[in-house]
C-alpha cells in the first residue's frame, strides 16, 4: 500500500527517512493518508468493543461494588449507631437505678437510725425515771431513817437529861418540861 | 548509526482485512496497539475482585471509576453521569495507550492526528446532538453570553461559534502534538547516547552521559505528559458535555 506515494518521496525532508527503508517514502507517517482508513476502522471497533464492554459490565460491575461497599459501611455505622444508643441507655438505666438504690438505702439508714435513737432515747428515759424512783425511795428511806435516829437521839437524850438531873437535883423532873428543853437545844 | 526519530510513528500493516471502495483496510501495528488497549482496560475493570475490602488490581479499578467519575461531578454535574461510559472509555483508552507508548519499542495510537481527530469528532458530535436533542433551539444559547452589550453582541456571537467549531481542532491537536513532541524529543535524546558512542568509542560513552540523564528526566515527564493529556482530552470532553447539559452560561 505504501508504494503509491512515492510523490512525497523527493520533496521536504526526505533525506534521512529515505535511508531507513524505502516503503514508506517521504512522507511524515501522521499525515499519511493512505493508513487513515485502517486507522479508523480498527479505532471504530476497539472503540465500540472498549464502549460496550465498559457501559455494559465494567461500570455497573466496579459501581455495585463500590456501592456494596458504600451500603455496607453505612449499615455497619447504623448498626453501630444503634449498638450504641442502647448501650447508652443501659448505662442511663442502671445509674438511675444506682441513684434509687442509694436514695433507698440512705432512707432506710436513717429511718432505722431515727428509729434506734427514739428507742435508746425511750430506754434512756425509762432508766432515768426508775433510777430517779429508786433515787427517791433512798432518800425517803434515808429521811426515815434520820427522823428515825433523830427522834432515838431526842428520847435518849431527854432520858439522860432527866438522869442527870435526877441524879443532881434529886428529884425527878417533869417530862414534858425535860422533853421542850431538849427541843430546845436540839434545835439551837 | 542513523536515528530516525519519526520511524517509531511508521504504520506497518500485519495483514490485510479487506477493501472499501479504493481503501486497503489493513491490521495495523495500531490496531494491535488498540486491541491492546482494550484488553489491558477490560483486564484491569473485569479481572478484578469485589471484595469489601479491594487489593492492589482492584483499586486501580476503582480508583479509575471514582476519578472518572469524580471529574465528570465536578465539571458537568451528576446529570453529566449519563456520559459516564463515554468519558470513562475515552480517558481509559487514552491513558492507556498512551502508558503503553511510553515503553520503548511499543507504537503510541494517539500519535496520529486521524485517532485523536476521530475522537474529538465524536465528542463534537456528540455535544452538538445532544445539545440539540436535550434543548432543542435553546441550544443555540451558548453561543450568546449573557451580559453583553448588545452592540458588540454580532462580535462576540461570531468568536464563539468560531470557537465551537474549532474545538474539535484544539481538543484533537493538543493530544497528537503532545505525544508526538515528546515521543521524538525522547528518541532524539536517546539516540544521541548511542551516537556519541559508536562514533567516539570510549569518549563517547562517557560524554553520553549527559543525553542519558536527560533521556531519563524525559522518559519521567513523558510518563506523566501521557497521562495528562488522556486527563486533559477527557475533563475538556466534560466541559464541552456541559455546555449540551447547560447550554446558558
Redesign the interface.
Known amino acids: 500500500?505504501a508504494e503509491s506515494h512515492g510523490e512525497a518521496k523527493g520533496q521536504a525532508a526526505g533525506a534521512?527517512?529515505e535511508?531507513?527503508g524505502g516503503h514508506?517514502g517521504g512522507t511524515?507517517?501522521?499525515?499519511?493518508s493512505s493508513?487513515?482508513?485502517?486507522?479508523?476502522?480498527?479505532?471504530?471497533i476497539?472503540?465500540v468493543?472498549?464502549?460496550l464492554?465498559?457501559?455494559r459490565?465494567?461500570?455497573p460491575?466496579?459501581?455495585?461494588?463500590?456501592d456494596?461497599?458504600q451500603n455496607?459501611i453505612e449499615g455497619d455505622l447504623a448498626e453501630a449507631q444503634k449498638l450504641k444508643d442502647e448501650s447508652d441507655a443501659a448505662l442511663k438505666a442502671y445509674e438511675t437505678e444506682l441513684a434509687n438504690a442509694r436514695a433507698n438505702a440512705q432512707a432506710i439508714g436513717n429511718e432505722t437510725r431515727e428509729k434506734l435513737n427514739a428507742a435508746s432515747e425511750a430506754e434512756r428515759k425509762a432508766l432515768e425515771e426508775k433510777l430517779a424512783a429508786k433515787l427517791a425511795d433512798a432518800e425517803k428511806q434515808i429521811a426515815t431513817t434520820r427522823t428515825n435516829a433523830m427522834s432515838n437521839v431526842r428520847g435518849i437524850a431527854a432520858d439522860a437529861a432527866g438522869t442527870i438531873v435526877q441524879q443532881l437535883a434529886g428529884v425527878t423532873p417533869d417530862a414534858n418540861a425535860v422533853n421542850s428543853a431538849v427541843d430546845a437545844s436540839l434545835k439551837g | 548509526m542513523k536515528i530516525d526519530p519519526i520511524h517509531q510513528f511508521n504504520i506497518e500493516p500485519l495483514f490485510t482485512l479487506g477493501h472499501i471502495g479504493n481503501h486497503t483496510i489493513a491490521f495495523t501495528n495500531s490496531s494491535l496497539y488498540m486491541f491492546i488497549a482494550v484488553l489491558l482496560i477490560a483486564l484491569l475493570m473485569l479481572a478484578s475482585g469485589r471484595d469489601l475490602v479491594p487489593g492492589r488490581l482492584q483499586s486501580v479499578a476503582e480508583i479509575s471509576y471514582e476519578f472518572v467519575a469524580t471529574t465528570i461531578r465536578s465539571t458537568a454535574g451528576s446529570e453529566g453521569m449519563k456520559f459516564f461510559p463515554l468519558i470513562f472509555s475515552i480517558f481509559m483508552f487514552l491513558c492507556v495507550s498512551n502508558l503503553v507508548g511510553v515503553i520503548p519499542y511499543t507504537f503510541t495510537i494517539s500519535s496520529h492526528l486521524i485517532v485523536t481527530a476521530a475522537l474529538a469528532l465524536l465528542v463534537f458530535f456528540t455535544v452538538l446532538f445532544y445539545g440539540l436533542y436535550k434543548n432543542g433551539l435553546k441550544f443555540f444559547k451558548i453561543f450568546v453570553p449573557s451580559g453583553v452589550p448588545i452592540y458588540i453582541l454580532p462580535l462576540v456571537m461570531f468568536i464563539e461559534v468560531l470557537s465551537f467549531f474549532l474545538r474539535p481542532v484544539s481538543h484533537s491537536v493538543r493530544l497528537f502534538a503532545n505525544m508526538l513532541a515528546g515521543h521524538i524529543a525522547l528518541k532524539v535524546f536517546a539516540g544521541f547516547v548511542a551516537m556519541l558512542g559508536f562514533s567516539l568509542g570510549a569518549l563517547g560513552w562517557v560524554g553520553g552521559v549527559l543525553p542519558l540523564a536527560l533521556t531519563i528526566a524525559l522518559y519521567a515527564l513523558e510518563l506523566l505528559v501521557a497521562f495528562l493529556q488522556a486527563y486533559v482530552f477527557a475533563i475538556l470532553t466534560c466541559i464541552y458535555l456541559n455546555d449540551a447539559i447547560h447550554p446558558g452560561h
Open positions: 500500500m534521512h527517512t535511508a531507513e514508506h511524515f507517517p501522521p499525515f499519511d493508513n487513515y482508513a485502517s486507522q479508523l476502522v480498527s479505532l471504530a476497539a472503540f468493543a472498549l464502549y464492554i465498559v457501559s459490565i465494567a461500570l460491575r466496579v459501581g455495585g461494588t463500590i456494596a461497599r455496607k
